[in-house]
């Protein structure tokens, strides 16, 4: 046997290669190109922080944070939004990056630190699925809208088309002007065709051989809906009227979803090699996009309504609990927090990148994009009810309705549409592709990493049997009931999952593992200079204290005011069934994972416990001389660094000399991340005092 190092540096017997039942291989890195030859890295910084604006930086920004600033006291909504900023989402962030940062691991294999919550990433990987199956029919959408714009006249201008009904708004203006009213049956009459009789129905005389029509209005008035509409509605959706009349796919829709598909696919086809190439485009497009659009809506006629609408501060809205908590949703949702997908992206890393100043340049920046974004839609929307004579509050809408109803709408009154329309559509394409990449990339890294020897090296494999799923399901997104599968998708996979995923990440990196080690983790990576200013400190309050707390609030505030998701009037008892099956899947992993590792520790219920919230051997940086230098800075910081020092590797290489002083030989073993009773000590003293926190907890604050 060849002895090897803990984390605290004392030798210890190695354990013969029939104890363990995988093998794991440490790379040394050369100074260029990767450091982990076996996973590999990010091309260069820019690679990732472009990576992760475009993952925050979505759909959400543009479509979502104008109307909730709208609803919720305009500029005053800027007073909230900052603070939920600072208490949660700059410190979630940041978590997540460094947490994926200094282990190189997906959202599962990362709970090797803590792995009695290894669920977490479990529940991340199946919402992550859900998200992307629902969230590429969304990009689908965009595809579809995008080709369509491609025409002399834009398809949803004008109420002549096949899918048009007798409701169409534009029916009425065209029939009035031609000398016309509509009648209750919704056609259009000539004026001289009616009795008098007739005409007193509608409220009309006549008057010195013509006709007063001031006591007229439209009978449908109430009923009307726009023509961008019902082009939505009846020619792209092809929507039923409730989610149990199926009538099939809309094949139109499935060849788009095909070909977002195919994109995904072909811009992953070499991980983050390629998709950190495509995002040099695809996030940075979207900025110019917006800059164009502003300037245009601008010199529109109205902008100045929209603007003022969008910005004038209602502080009594402040004192509405409801407003803290949508400021605190959409800060969590905007940055993609506990998602798994930062870990994933961080997980590239080199192992000295500045993933502080990283964190916050993209918080920050996705943040003021929303802002942005706001003041671009609302000087177009300030037009639209310029033009269409209403107040703002009567044209403005949320999500699905703002894309491809309202904007839809707006687009078509300016000049030349065509251009504006292909502009605005490309840019939400872009937009949903970056997002798209790091959810498929999060949940094949989770597979590929649990899986090494086996899958690694046929990773672009993974990637194609994952897309090729992911649209035989999404085949149900782009039927005629599509529309009622996206919302119960949206409804019950992606939201609650994800606030508790928040709350049980602080907890575990601030309680379990212990917040002190953490912040000697991050100070592994990036050096005193940060960690030991005294703004630091923030961040181990908020991670403590602040974070949970707030996570805290949100769920118990949704859970005390909640009500059934709807979608054209409730879902039927058998789909809200299948959503709570949907949320469930992506929370039971916890308590599952929580009980078997529980259950497979050795000792006692107390042993047990402390081995399943203490970290594995196989936790630490991927890298040795990184492990050895982190077992040095732990040490001289009164924390240790959880895993081995020193792990066995597959080379029948020795170790190059440790910076702290160990120069142990290893020899080629098979390694287990859990040996039979832990750590690889004698079963009549499974807890040796080995150091202050492996095994054992680490007191958060010490």
Known sequence: MTAYASSTGDLTAAPSASEFKSEVELLDADDDGDENKERGNWGSKMDFVLSCLGYAVGLGNVWRFPYLAYRNGGGAFLVPYVIMLAFAGLPLFLLEVAFGQYCSSGPITCWRSVPIMRGIGYGQIFVG?????????????????????????????????????????????????????????????????????????????????????????????????????????????????????????????????????????FCLIKGIKSSGKVVYFTATFPYLVLVILLIRGLTLPGYEKGIKFFVTPDFK????????????????????????????????????????????????????????????????????????????????????????????????????????????????????????????????????????????????????????????????????????????????????????????????????????????????????????????????????????????????????????????????????????????????????????EVYSAPGNIIDRLRVAANPSELWGPALQRFRNEAAEVHKLNGTTMGGRVLLPSTKNQPASRPSNGFNVPVKSVKYNPRPSNGFNVPQDNPYPDNGRTNPGFDSPMA
């Open 129 to 265: 699925a859900y998200v992307a199956i629902y969230y590429n029919v969304i990009i689908t959408y965009t595809i579809y809208y995008f080709f369509a714009s491609f025409a002399r006249v834009l398809p949803w201008v004008g109420c002549h088309h096949d899918f048009n009904t007798l409701y169409c708004s534009d029916l009425y203006q065209v029939c009035v002007d031609a000398g016309g009213i509509v009648t209750f049956n919704g056609t259009c009459v000539q004026l001289s065709s009616l009795s008098n009789s007739e005409l007193g129905a509608y409220n009309i005389t006549k008057n010195f051989g013509g006709y007063n029509t001031t006591g007229y209005s439209d009978p449908l008035e109430k009923d009307r809906v726009s023509a961008s509409e019902e082009y939505w509605k009846y020619s792209v959706l092809h929507e039923s009227p409730n989610m149990n009349e199926q009538n099939g796919v809309v094949w139109g829709l499935a060849l788009s979803l095909l070909a977002a598909w195919i994109l995904i696919f």
């Open 317 to 596: 809205q402040i004192g509405n609990a409801q407003v803290w908590l949508d400021a605190a949703v959409q800060i969590f949702y905007s940055l993609s927090a506990a998602s798994g997908g930062l870990v994933t992206l961080s997980s590239y890393n080199k192992f000295k990148n500045d993933c502080y100043f990283d964190s916050l340049f993209v918080a920050v920046a996705n943040c003021c994009t929303s802002v942005f974004a706001g003041f671009v839609i609302f000087s177009i929307i300030g037009f639209m009810a310029h033009e269409l004579g209403k107040e703002v509050d009567e044209v403005v809408d949320a999500g699905f309705g703002l894309a491809f109803i309202a904007y839809p709408a707006a687009v078509a009154r300016m000049p030349v549409p065509t251009i504006w329309s292909l502009l605005f559509f490309f840019m939400l394409l872009t937009l949903g592709l970056d997002s798209q990449f790091t959810i498929m990339e999060n949940v094949v890294t989770a597979i590929v990493d649990e899986f090494p020897d086996q899958l690694r090296k046929r990773k672009v494999w993974v990637m194609l049997t994952a897309s090729v799923i992911g649209y035989i399901l999404g085949l149900t997104c782009v039927t005629t009931t599509g529309p009622y599968w996206v919302a119960l998708l949206d409804s019950y996979g992606a939201g609650f999952p994800y606030l508790v995923y928040a709350l049980m990440e602080t907890v575990a990196i601030a309680w379990l593992y212990g917040v002190k080690r953490f912040v000697n983790d991050v100070r592994v990576m990036i050096g005193d200079k940060y960690v030991n200013h005294p703004t630091f400190f923030w961040w181990p309050i908020c991670w403590c204290a602040l974070t949970p707390a707030l996570m805290t609030f949100v769920l118990m505030f949704n859970f005390i005011n909640w009500s059934e998701p709807e979608y054209n009037g409730p879902f039927p008892p058998w789909a809200r069934g299948i959503g709570w099956m949907v949320t469930l899947s992506g929370i039971i992993w916890i308590p599952l994972n929580a009980i078997w």
